[in-house]
């Protein structure tokens, strides 16, 4: 089964600090995503990677930056964190393009910034 | 842009009960559309992957259907149970350039009565 795992179920931090989220995926998939989810708005897309050191940016980018060193892990970063990041973020990956692929995704982790 | 509605936005019925969730979606270009449940405070679930050429597909008790050409997709549950609680989203995959990930519903909030 493919597993995607998530650093913390929860997390809290203070206003102007620099989150880090990671994300590993074990089944050698070539993309990965970050979403984050608030009720009423749906799942959005923040940042996606189709490959290492590659990184594409989503429909709300804006205050997030990503990494992806290794093709297993890909990590989101707060730059300087703010209330209005609060909420919860979700790490999906899937086979790779052009192959009618599944997405998966891992547990999640709800972010409060104080 | 594609956008995706899923109607009802919520539904409470008897266990038992024979279910149809709907989902619609604007831009009917897509590779496939994906099903999905979601507990409270988890990430998601795949249920079901529907390939734009395929008109069902099935697993257990669920089967979810594909209308390309008008946008439309639902998924049916059948003998209900309380296990079925969850909200569940729709989420189609379109074959344009941009993210090449998913495009969500704001999902039908399931509730199933013992």
């Known amino acids: 089964d493919v597993k995607v795992t998530q650093s913390s179920r929860y997390l809290v931090k203070r206003t102007g600090e620099k989150v880090f989220l990671e994300c590993v995926q074990d089944m050698d998939h070539e993309n990965m995503f970050w979403y984050r989810q608030d009720p009423g708005l749906g799942l959005r897309l923040i940042y996606f990677?189709?490959?290492?050191?590659?990184?594409e940016k989503g429909d709300i980018p804006e205050g997030y930056s990503v990494s992806r060193e290794k093709k297993e892990r890909f990590s989101l970063i707060l730059e300087s964190a703010s209330t209005n990041q609060t909420s919860m973020y979700l790490c999906?990956?899937?086979?790779?393009?052009?192959?009618?692929?599944?997405?998966?995704f891992g547990p999640g982790t709800r972010l409060t910034v104080t | 842009k594609q956008e995706v509605t899923q109607i009802p936005a919520a539904l409470s019925v008897p266990e038992g009960e024979n279910l149809v969730l709907n989902c619609s979606f604007t831009?009917?270009?897509?590779?496939?559309l994906q099903w999905f449940r979601q507990d409270p405070g988890k990430g998601l679930t795949s249920l079901l992957l529907i390939q734009s050429s395929q008109r069902e597909q099935t697993s257990g008790r669920l089967n979810a259907s594909l209308d390309k050409s008008s946008g439309r997709s639902t998924l049916y549950i059948a003998a209900s149970q309380p296990g079925d609680s969850a909200t569940y989203l729709c989420a189609p995959r379109g074959s344009g350039g941009g993210a090449d990930g998913l495009t969500f519903g704001k999902g039908t909030h399931l509730i199933i009565q013992p």
């Open positions: 999906a990956s899937s086979l790779g393009p052009g192959i009618p692929y599944e997405q998966y």
């Open positions: 831009d009917s270009a897509i590779y496939n």
């Open positions: 990677s189709y490959d290492v050191k590659m990184k």
